[in-house]
């Protein structure tokens, strides 16, 4: 039986950039800080050892691919000609 894919990033982005800070001081453990938050214990993982250097740039951060068409392109007035 195939399983769907669930909703991704649902997880609230402050409470990931207060568990970065907690993660990063010591304070608290991967697992615990992501099981008392309620997201992905790999995805703490991920952003306190790579992705984000500091945790402003966590709110940043958007999921999905980037858009092909430039942005100039995408306005309405482009898109009506």
């Known amino acids: 039986m195939a399983r769907g894919k669930g909703k991704r990033k649902t997880w609230d982005p402050e409470k990931m950039?207060?568990?970065?800070?907690?993660?990063?001081?010591?304070?608290?453990?991967?697992?615990?800080a992501a099981k008392t938050n309620g997201f992905?214990?790999?995805?703490?993982?991920?952003?306190?050892?790579?992705?984000?250097?500091?945790?402003?740039?966590?709110?940043?951060?958007?999921s999905g691919r980037k858009p092909v068409l430039p942005q100039w392109r995408m306005s309405s007035e482009w898109l009506s000609n």
Do not use: C, H
Request: charged letters at 30%; a positive charge; glycine letters at 8%.
């Open 17 to 32: 950039r207060d568990a970065l800070v907690v993660v990063r001081a010591g304070e608290m453990g991967y697992l615990r």
């Open 40 to 62: 992905p214990k790999g995805t703490l993982q991920k952003y306190v050892k790579n992705k984000v250097k500091t945790p402003e740039q966590l709110l940043e951060i958007t």
